[in-house]
């Protein structure tokens, strides 16, 4: 009986041992049935992820290719208003007023200088020995006329490269742009050196309207003999000398021009046209110095946004460090504790 029970009972751990076998196989099948179903998905996904990136690439570039059409059309324009955005506009015309105040008065100045030669050699000092001192002051005025108008010229240009400068400076305040030491040390610079000249202007206008007075006097005084309303006994008596302004000396001959040749000298194209031109001269030495307060006050504007420009610049550089050093840090606190782990 013993040993009876002991092969029924081997029989059923044979048949159950059988059992899991076949269960286990089955399992395997499934698995692996799975594992196929599942690379299929896997496969038919690859391929329909290839097919929407060319649906991609394909509107892309076609919507590239639409793009650029548009900017083939739309270019012209856009690199107009880009070149127009660029254009420093108070400089430009701080320049434009600077060369003509300059060109009118060096142009109408040297003119009028030999105008006023000619009406002194003719009318008020005939000996030239006389007048020898006064004619080698107005050579050299006129060499300094050459000289300011070339100097000017090229210190417009300069101011003006300068605005281009500090202009696309603060324009990319935000990205790569960087000022540097020099470029604010030299635009201080130009402050200073605008400052000195403006006050040096402002001694050149006034002394360019004391000619103006002279012959407004020898106008006023030729228009007061021609009026009817006058009344004049002596008309001789009426004089104008120029030995009292201090052109010439006192011991130049004749010295001065009363009655009738005084309103010869009026009537002379060499008076008129002097006349006219000194004020015209004078004229531009004021739209000179106006030019100058126009450039200081760019230049000093130019100056603070330079400097505030690089302070932020600055601020920029401490805040990329600052992070830069807080990604490290968590990277190497994230390795630390992988390692730990």
């Given at each position: 009986m013993e040993h009876s029970s002991k092969e029924s009972e081997r029989r059923r751990y044979r048949r159950q041992s059988h059992a899991g076998r076949k269960e286990n196989e089955k399992q395997e099948c499934q698995g692996e049935k799975g594992r196929e179903n599942l690379l299929k998905k896997e496969e038919e996904e690859e391929k329909k992820t290839f097919l929407l990136g060319r649906r991609k690439t394909t509107m892309e570039?076609?919507?590239?290719?639409?793009?650029?059409?548009?900017q083939d059309k739309r270019g012209c324009f856009e690199c107009c208003i880009k070149c127009l955005g660029g254009v420093p506009y108070a400089s430009l015309v701080a320049t434009i007023l600077c060369f003509s105040g300059v060109a009118l008065f060096c142009g109408c100045g040297h003119v009028a200088l030999t105008g006023t030669v000619?009406?002194?050699?003719?009318?008020?000092?005939?000996?030239?020995?006389?007048?020898a001192m006064l004619t080698d002051i107005i050579q050299l005025m006129q060499y300094?006329?050459?000289g300011i108008a070339s100097f000017f010229f090229l210190y417009g240009i300069i101011l003006l490269a300068e605005g281009f400068y500090t202009t696309s400076a603060v324009k990319e305040l935000h990205s790569e742009f960087k000022t540097t030491i020099c470029g604010r040390c030299i635009s201080g610079m130009f402050v200073f050196l605008t400052?000195?000249?403006?006050?040096?202007w402002l001694g050149v206008f006034g002394f360019?309207?004391?000619p103006v007075f002279l012959f407004y006097n020898m106008w006023s005084t030729c228009a007061a003999m021609k009026s009817p309303m006058a009344n004049f006994t002596n008309i001789d008596s009426i004089c104008v000398d120029a030995r009292q302004y201090g052109i010439i000396p006192w011991n130049a001959t004749p010295g001065k021009a009363c009655g009738s040749t005084l309103g010869d000298i009026c009537n002379t194209n060499e008076f008129y046209l002097s006349y006219h031109l000194y004020i015209v001269a004078c004229a531009g030495a004021g739209a000179t110095v106006i030019a100058l307060?126009?450039?200081l006050m760019i230049l000093s504007a130019n100056w603070a946004y330079l400097k505030d420009a690089s302070h932020m610049h600055a601020y920029q550089d401490i805040k990329m460090k600052e992070e830069r050093e807080l990604q490290d840090i968590t990277s190497r606190s994230k390795e630390c504790l992988n390692s730990y782990t």
């Open positions: 570039t076609q919507s590239d290719e639409n793009q650029d059409q548009r000619t009406i002194l050699e003719n009318h008020f000092s005939k000996v030239t020995s006389d007048n300094i006329i050459y400052y000195i000249l403006g006050v040096a360019s309207a004391v307060i126009h450039f």
